[in-house]
């Protein structure tokens, strides 16, 4: 057992869920946008109802100062972490951050998983499926796409890498708990 994982284990209230809604090995995306033209992959209800709970209890507390979160594959026993990430109470003007705050209808942000651009599965999104917006794709999330997902392409090709329409599809492997993987 690494010590990491030690820690995730003895964490009091940690939870552990898979990010994304899928069927078996397909993840489910949605449409957003004014002209609902952006595909968005859709999270899944256990990890938001796992956000919702954290932050709820945690806003209910006045020694609370936010949460940490970490992105990664495998399952819970077997963890291997690639991205941490923090969500604070705190904002830069206000005394809850727009982040979490509302965070039961805050879609858009959501504790920094949120649908909307500069936020990760807006910005996931975007490099997934090239939809185009006020920026183009990040390398940050170029990578997370490249590493998360295995990326089917049917014709007609349109999207930002192969040019083809993509469906997303989950790496093979036991559970879906951001196993996820996109293969060349």
């Given at each position: 057992m690494t010590v990491l994982q030690a820690w995730l284990d003895a964490f009091p209230g940690a939870h552990f869920a898979p990010l994304f809604e899928t069927d078996g090995l397909?993840?489910?995306?949605?449409?957003?946008g004014k002209?609902?033209?952006?595909r968005?992959?859709?999270?899944?209800?256990?990890?938001?109802?796992?956000?919702?709970?954290?932050?709820?209890?945690?806003?209910?507390?006045?020694?609370?100062?936010?949460?940490?979160y970490l992105m990664g594959i495998g399952e819970q026993h077997d963890f291997t972490p690639l991205y941490v990430g923090k969500a604070e109470r705190r904002?830069?003007?206000?005394?809850?951050?727009?982040?979490?705050?509302?965070i039961r209808h805050n879609p858009d942000r959501f504790a920094r998983w949120g649908y909307g651009l500069d936020y990760h599965l807006g910005d996931l999104s975007q490099a997934m499926f090239g939809f185009t917006a006020y920026r183009g794709p990040t390398v940050k999330y170029r990578r997370w796409s490249q590493t998360l997902f295995a990326v089917m392409c049917t014709v007609?090709?349109?999207?930002?890498?192969?040019?083809?329409?993509?469906?997303?599809?989950?790496?093979?492997?036991?559970?879906?708990?951001?196993?996820?993987?996109?293969?060349?």
């Open positions: 397909q993840v489910h995306t949605h449409q957003r002209a609902r033209d952006r968005i992959l859709t999270r899944s209800a256990p990890f938001e109802d796992a956000m919702i709970d954290l932050i709820e209890q945690g806003l209910s507390r006045d020694d609370w100062t936010g949460l940490i904002g830069k003007t206000h005394a809850v951050s727009r982040n979490i705050d509302g007609p090709c349109t999207c930002c890498c192969c040019r083809g329409s993509r469906t997303a599809v989950a790496r093979a492997g036991s559970g879906n708990r951001w196993r996820l993987r996109r293969n060349r």
